[in-house]
């Protein structure tokens, strides 16, 4: 950690500089585009390095927080892939990232199981499992429980360099190997920071060049503008681009969330078959397939609901269709969040992928440009939309503060992407002053009138929910945009008692 902390953390922090004065410049008026000095990367002829036999198909991929009942059960699922996600779906609370290479770590020695004492269920895995995939932290958290030379460590080598040490013996010996997500990247320099670490780590671990494989989410504006790039830029270490479809929402209203021209609708009337997220979606598939990279599809909110078939089978419908949107585009796998979703998307792909994968299938040949990836969607903004934004941050919240990373809110699995969403845009609309459809303007005596009643609503006993509204009215109200929730809210995690 020492080691690869003293070599890499200061261009971390560096490429996160950047990100903030190319803010500046969004906040200026400008826009995204294609990049000149790479022009000759995007016409190039070359492809990414080979992809390993165990993941050559990967139609569905369940992920999930690192607690070890759900590894277990992820694992389990019937799933192709599991992606074990210490990201979006985790409270970075120390015990959270320690139990959880602790569950990784005895996975690859054989030795993990769980008795819970609660049900007195018995977690064993079964011969047949999931291929395990690791989501490390973004480059923006720090780890502050690690410090080398007196400096927080990054989050994200932490949970990468914590993996790769322990497991990347066993993990080769089992003729398996160290498959990666990475996230939240904004350029092709982000993904050669990644490149160099896994080189680095593969050196002192005395692995080939080549050993670990990552796939990289494109989830924020400026990578979409960058995926040849990216390619490019990780091509002995890579093997595929997946639409992280959440935070590429919250993405693209924080950095162009200053400009009128991108004033966003209800949080629902963006959807992925329209506007800039159908176009990014499509844009990645011919990306990657021309590159010989695995192009992965994205993960419905939708999860099951207890108690009421009509609307659980209605949920499940939402999947199906999104599930069938993927596979008829063109991607080659999709994401579920619930074991009893597996099926469904297995169904999906099954029925309209009968390879493995769809690399071999001609490209669409459609060229889109930066106006359609820029293409806002058009929908109502209403009173209930600004509501439920509102009610699921603040719940989000305050679960996160609790050290819950991934909740189950009104029948929709939320996570730190979609509370970002959320947050930045009820700050979007008041800082536009959006109208509403019904003609009230989004300003801070609306916002807060808006909060006061929803936390009147709100279940009284739950232990973080002061603080939680504290700070999402403070990211509400904020002159700018914070640039992540989970940035303010990892310095009160241990103010509430439960990093430790
Ligand atoms: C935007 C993005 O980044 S998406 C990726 C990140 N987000 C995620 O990974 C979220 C994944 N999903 C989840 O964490 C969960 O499904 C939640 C929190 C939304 C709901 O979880 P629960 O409230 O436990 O759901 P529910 O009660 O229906 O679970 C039933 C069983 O399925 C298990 N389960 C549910 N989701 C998962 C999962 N994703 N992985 C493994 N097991 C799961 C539960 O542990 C439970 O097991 P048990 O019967 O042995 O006790
Ligand atoms: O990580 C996935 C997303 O949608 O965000
Ligand atoms: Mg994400």
């Known amino acids: 950690m020492a080691d690869l902390h003293r070599r890499f953390d200061a261009r971390r922090l560096a490429l ?66 599991f992606m074990a996600d210490f990201e979006d779906a985790t409270s970075p609370t120390w015990t959270n990232q320690v139990e959880g290479q602790v569950n990784l770590k005895d996975l690859w020695a054989g030795t993990l199981s769980f008795d819970d004492p609660k049900s007195g269920k018995a977690y064993r895995l079964k011969d047949r499992r999931a291929v395990l995939k690791v989501r490390p932290r973004g480059w923006h958290l720090p780890e502050n429980h690690l410090t080398v030379d007196g400096k927080p460590v990054s989050g994200a080598l932490f949970d990468f360099g914590l993996y790769a040490f322990h497991n990347a013996r066993a993990a080769t010996e089992a003729g398996s190997g160290l498959w990666f997500y990475l996230p939240k990247l904004e350029t092709m320099e982000e993904a050669a920071l990644w490149d160099e670490v896994f080189r680095r780590a593969q050196d002192a671990l005395g692995l080939p060049a080549g050993s670990f494989k990552a796939t990289i989410l494109i989830e924020t504006i400026t990578a979409a503008f960058e995926m040849d790039e990216i390619l490019h830029a990780l091509k002995d270490h890579i093997v595929g681009l997946n639409c992280g479809r959440w935070d590429y929402i919250f993405s693209t209203i924080k950095r162009l969330g200053g400009n009128p021209d991108f004033l966003t609708p209800d949080r629902s009337a963006m959807v992925m078959g329209d506007a800039f997220l159908n176009a990014y979606s499509l844009k990645l598939i011919d990306a990657c397939h021309r590159r010989g990279a695995f192009a992965m599809g994205g993960m419905a909110a939708q999860i099951p609901v207890k108690n009421d078939e009509a609307a659980n089978a209605a949920a499940f419908a939402k999947v199906r269709a999104d599930k069938e949107r993927e596979a008829s585009n063109g991607h080659d796998g999709t994401w579920v969040a619930h074991p009893d979703l597996v099926p469904v998307a297995m169904e999906v792909f099954d029925r309209l992928m009968p390879g493995p994968n769809q690399l071999d299938r001609p490209l669409s040949g459609q060229d889109i440009g930066r106006e359609r990836l820029l293409e806002i969607h058009q929908g109502p903004r209403t009173e209930a939309g600004l509501r439920e934004n509102i009610r699921v941050g603040i719940l989000y919240t305050e679960a996160w503060l609790g050290g819950r990373g991934a909740v189950p809110l009104f029948n929709l699995m939320e996570d730190a992407a979609t509370a970002e969403i959320s947050r930045t845009q009820v700050w979007q609309w008041r800082a536009l002053s959006a109208h509403l459809d019904d003609g009230r303007v989004v300003d801070e005596a609306l916002v807060r009138a808006l909060i006061e009643d929803e936390i009147r609503r709100m279940p009284k006993e739950l232990p973080h929910l002061e603080e939680a509204v504290r700070l999402f009215t403070d990211l509400c109200l904020a002159e700018t945009c914070e640039e992540f929730l989970t940035l303010p809210a990892y310095a009160r995690l241990e103010a509430q008692g439960v990093s430790s």
Not at 53 to 72: H, S
Not at 73 to 81: F, Q
């Open 16 to 81: 996160l500089a950047e990100r903030t004065k190319r803010q500046a410049r969004f906040d200026a008026g400008e826009t995204p585009d294609f990049r000149a000095d790479t022009a000759h990367i995007r016409d190039g002829d070359w492809r990414v390095g080979s992809i390993p036999a165990e993941l050559q198909d990967r139609r569905v991929e369940i992920t999930g927080p690192v607690d070890r009942k759900m590894v277990i059960n992820a694992l389990n699922s019937g799933a192709k892939v």
